[in-house]
């Protein structure tokens, strides 16, 4: 196993070995493997947008067996999907790649201000399915906060328990918390602190801009001169607040984006910031295969440093 995978490891030393080995699987497949550095597809927009904004564009991805093929070819090191979409394949792709079961989700159907996602999987459903990790969305900010910490909490306690490995999609949203606010460096931090203490294995939050969106806190920000004008920079604090750095952090693709460069650019500031790596959903699925293809090869050696 090599050392970096070795070092990260040693970071979950409270964990038991299934879980320790479960997160090793996810660290050594795909392209990136043994780097320590992720690059996941994660498919969950058919529930959480629906499926015409999610897959018209690329009619092949209404297909669940699409995004499976779509993560191997590509070389990802992790496929992320609900309860239905991993049923509906695993049958024929089981063992060739690792998967993290969503357990619960949100539609747009009534898209209050405060959000609370219904629990639509299980870690029994994980199992069955030869999963290697669980994902839980939590909404800091949301009026419905402390009801998703509690939700999450027992999530990961019965996934450590089992030998699982616990994802969490940390994302500020809420009646308390501005558009702006929902990205801000201080609250992309804080929401990967959150994320961490509940007991997460893996953090996954937003780029941060450079907004402070908290009047306290930007006090403190000014205060102690901490550095956040480059993207780099506000990565690099992310991962900081989560322990230190001894927590796996990656960062989402969100919306598609017209501007290839402008993802490529922003992939560099995660990997010169200290990230992990991405989990990249519709900018990946929502191209042709060969165009996604192309684009993750990109991505990925961008992560091994093989280009700049």
Wanted: include cysteine; aromatic fraction near 8%.
């Amino acid at each position: 196993m090599e050392a970096r995978v070795r070092e990260i490891l040693s970071w979950y030393s409270s964990d038991n070995p299934g879980t320790r080995t479960n997160l090793a699987r996810l660290l050594t497949h795909g392209r990136l493997a043994g780097t320590g550095r992720l690059v996941i597809l994660p498919v969950d927009q058919g529930f959480e947008h629906g499926p015409a904004r999610s897959f018209a564009v690329n009619p092949p991805g209404y297909d669940p067996a699409y995004h499976f093929r779509l993560a191997l070819e590509a070389g990802c090191n992790a496929y992320a999907a609900p309860l239905g979409f991993i049923e509906a394949a695993v049958s024929e792709f089981a063992g060739e790649i690792p998967l993290i079961l969503k357990i619960n989700n949100h539609d747009v159907l009534n898209d209050e201000k405060d959000p609370l996602s219904a629990v639509t999987g299980s870690v029994k459903d994980a199992l069955r399915l030869g999963c290697v990790a669980v994902g839980f969305t939590i909404y800091p900010g949301s009026a419905n906060a402390q009801a998703m910490y509690q939700q999450c909490r027992e999530m990961i306690a019965e996934a450590k328990a089992n030998g699982l490995v616990a994802v969490v999609w940390s994302y500020p949203r809420g009646s308390s918390i501005s558009k702006e606010g929902e990205t801000a460096i201080d609250v992309v931090a804080y929401a990967a602190q959150i994320a961490a203490q509940l007991g997460a294995h893996v953090i996954k939050v937003k780029p941060p801009t450079q907004h402070i969106e908290l009047p306290d806190a930007k006090k403190v920000y000014e205060k102690t001169g901490v550095p956040i004008s480059t993207l780099a920079e506000r990565v690099r604090h992310v991962v900081q607040s989560a322990f230190d750095g001894r927590r796996v952090v990656i960062f989402s693709g969100g919306a598609t984006k017209e501007n290839d460069e402008a993802i490529f650019d922003e992939c560099r500031a995660i990997r010169d910031g200290g990230g992990f790596g991405s989990i990249i959903g519709r900018n990946s699925f929502q191209r042709q295969k060969p165009r996604a293809l192309e684009f993750l090869s990109t991505v990925m050696k961008i992560y091994s440093g093989e280009m700049k």
